[in-house]
């Protein structure tokens, strides 16, 4: 069965403290790797796509890259509006709809 | 663009009761996605839409959910009757491309929070 497994389930961190977010996935023929962010009561926002081992994408403080079997979402720096849930997420084996991990909920403290 | 539109934000009801949850996708997308989201399963797809013909139903968890499309601008997704296992965040997302089109991303709306007591 398709699975998408985001570790850890939460993170705390103090401003400044950089740290990584693992995606592990078990789906045949990746077919790109999503990843995004959600803040409380809102829906999930666009922050990346990655379609290739080997890939990365930076924006400001976040830089996700991708393994055959996982990708990472790196935090350097972080600051407290970066505090989030951030969800990843990748296309199942028959192509039929997105599989998201349960995500990783992010708290960067002052 | 205003973005995913959904109504309403919140609903309370009881069981047995019949819930309607409403869609605008952003202009011109073409797919559009209903997504229920609690803490114990995280988000899981419902159904999709592209080019207002419903593709996948698979992820509708029983008959008492309906979902429609009657236009490029509007859906709704249906429970009836309710019950109090329903309660849960339901989003509605769009999307651009061609079907299936899951290589491209989604734009969610802010989410229709349902309680079913």
């Known amino acids: 069965e398709d699975q998408v497994t985001q570790s850890p389930e939460a993170l705390r961190l103090q401003e400044g403290e950089s740290s990584s977010l693992n995606c592990s996935y078990t789906?045949?023929?990746?077919?790109?790797l999503f990843w995004y962010r959600q803040d409380p009561g809102k829906g999930p926002e666009f922050l990346f796509t990655l379609y290739s081992a080997g890939e990365e994408k930076e924006k400001e403080r976040l830089k996700a890259t991708l393994t055959k079997k996982e990708s990472f979402l790196h935090i350097t720096a972080p600051k407290p509006e970066d505090s989030a849930t951030y969800l990843c997420?990748?296309?199942?084996?028959?192509?039929?709809?997105?599989?998201f991990g349960t995500g990783t909920r992010l708290l960067v403290s002052p | 663009d205003a973005g995913v539109i959904q109504s309403p934000r919140h609903e309370v009801t009881e069981m047995g009761q019949e819930v309607t949850l409403r869609c605008k996708p952003i202009?011109?997308?073409?797919?559009l996605f209903w997504y229920r989201q609690t803490m114990m399963r995280g988000l899981e797809l419902l159904i999709y839409f592209n080019n207002n013909v419903p593709i996948d139903d698979s992820g509708m968890p029983e008959d008492r959910f309906s979902a429609k499309m009657p236009n490029a601008s509007f859906s709704t997704l249906k429970i009836q009757p309710s019950e109090p296992r329903d309660s849960a965040v339901y989003f509605c997302?769009?999307?651009?491309?061609?079907?299936?089109?899951?290589?491209?991303?989604?734009?969610f709306g802010p989410g229709t929070r349902l309680t079913v007591l």
């Open positions: 789906v045949s023929g990746l077919r790109g």
């Open positions: 997302a769009s999307s651009s491309g061609l079907a299936p089109n899951f290589g491209n991303e989604q734009f």
């Open positions: 997420a990748v296309p199942n084996t028959g192509f039929q709809k997105l599989v």
């Open positions: 202009s011109g997308h073409n797919s």
